[in-house]
């Protein structure tokens, strides 16, 4: 018995012991007046039934209903840039335009990839492809630099705020994926792209992939996200959605977690961003923790945004606003990041394409809805 049940159970067996003694003194006092007569009764005497007690009803708890997914206006939403800055270019383009929307309260993320030559509006400048937006917003010094005035025309355009942001040049996509020991994607068909040789004008460099599993290094994982002289921007979106989801699944299987303090100073020539490395650490605990049904991607139709002539150049514009909004309210409903850029497993995989010096375009249709 403890200290306490102690304390309490002595004067207790005090106070019985005390009732008793004072229950005897009092009926040796009484006088006795003769014998009591019993009164005669029939009936044996019954003794009463305790009130029977009418339970008050239980209330059945009502079940906290699950969060739905909030709009874009509510969520946390973060602005993805990739550049591919040269030696001696004065100017870059952003190959890479992605928002990622992170709803905490349900659990899920959002991906949406931005084709990089959208016809806009970039205030200061007039109307221009999209990729040229994060240059001229640090070049005219636009508060905040170039990923605010993206972030703007993002708002105009699309109508989703954003929050933070990363630029990431292509040789940080390398030196991550080395460091993890390479990425693996999964293609349904074999993948046959393209792009402009980098030393030699006229001649194309090919990149080749076999439909199912593949392990890329660095470079290829490059290739992977960039090129896309064969297919167009939609589908290298969703090839670099997918490349997201290769990242994160090597991360969580080498422990990179634990290794990001690491990895941020080796890699900080690589990017910028307006995080701080506590703030990449609590979303890369996020990350880990979903599985392939919380992540999904979305590349817009060919009903969302279309291909249009400016000028003699071919650029991209918003084909239906309403459809955009639609899509774009339907992310979190949208397919696994883990299967985009697979063209889609009922789809007859396209053959490869003869490259030739005047294609200067993307020759594939764009995708349909859900492809």
Not at 58 to 72: A, D, R, Y
């Amino acid at each position: 018995m403890s200290p306490a049940a102690s304390a309490t159970a002595v004067p207790a067996a005090s106070v019985a012991v005390e009732s008793a003694s004072t229950a005897e003194v009092v009926a040796s006092a009484t006088p006795t007046v003769g014998p009591t007569a019993t009164p005669t009764d029939p009936s044996p005497t019954a003794t009463p039934a305790p009130p029977t007690e009418t339970p008050e009803p239980t209330e059945t708890p009502t079940p906290s209903p699950t969060p739905g997914p909030k709009t874009l206006r509510e969520t946390d939403n973060y602005l993805v840039l990739g550049i591919d800055p040269r030696p001696g270019d004065r100017a870059w383009r952003t190959d890479t335009i992605m928002v990622v929307a992170v709803d905490h309260e349900a659990k899920q993320v959002g991906i949406f990839s931005i084709p990089r030559d959208l016809w806009v509006e970039i205030p200061g400048y007039g109307m221009g492809r999209i990729n040229q937006a994060d240059f001229q917003g640090e070049t005219q010094k636009y508060p905040g630099g170039g990923p605010a005035l993206v972030g703007e025309i993002i708002e105009d355009t699309f109508d989703v705020p954003l929050h933070h942001w990363v630029r990431i040049k292509q040789e940080g996509l390398v030196e991550l994926v080395d460091a993890l020991g390479g990425v693996e994607v999964t293609l349904n068909c074999p993948l046959h792209e393209i792009t402009p040789h980098p030393t030699k004008p006229g001649e194309w460099e090919k990149f080749d992939l076999p439909a199912g599993k593949n392990l890329l290094d660095g470079e290829a994982a490059k290739k992977f996200a960039t090129f896309r002289y064969n297919s167009n921007d939609f589908y290298r979106g969703q090839r670099q959605q997918q490349l997201i989801w290769a990242i994160k699944e090597r991360a969580l299987q080498v422990d990179a977690i634990t290794k990001l303090p690491q990895i941020w100073r080796a890699l900080s020539h690589t990017f910028q961003t307006d995080l701080g490395l506590l703030d990449v650490i609590r979303l890369a605990r996020v990350g880990i923790g979903l599985s392939s049904d919380q992540i999904h991607g979305h590349t817009f139709s060919n009903q969302a945004i279309v291909y249009a002539n400016v000028g003699g150049a071919q650029v991209l514009k918003i084909g239906n606003p309403q459809v955009v909004k639609q899509e774009l309210d339907g992310l979190f409903s949208s397919k696994s990041i883990s299967e985009q850029g697979t063209i889609g497993s009922n789809a007859q995989c396209p053959p490869p394409v003869t490259p030739t010096p005047a294609a200067t375009e993307p020759v594939s249709p764009l995708p349909t809805p859900g492809s």
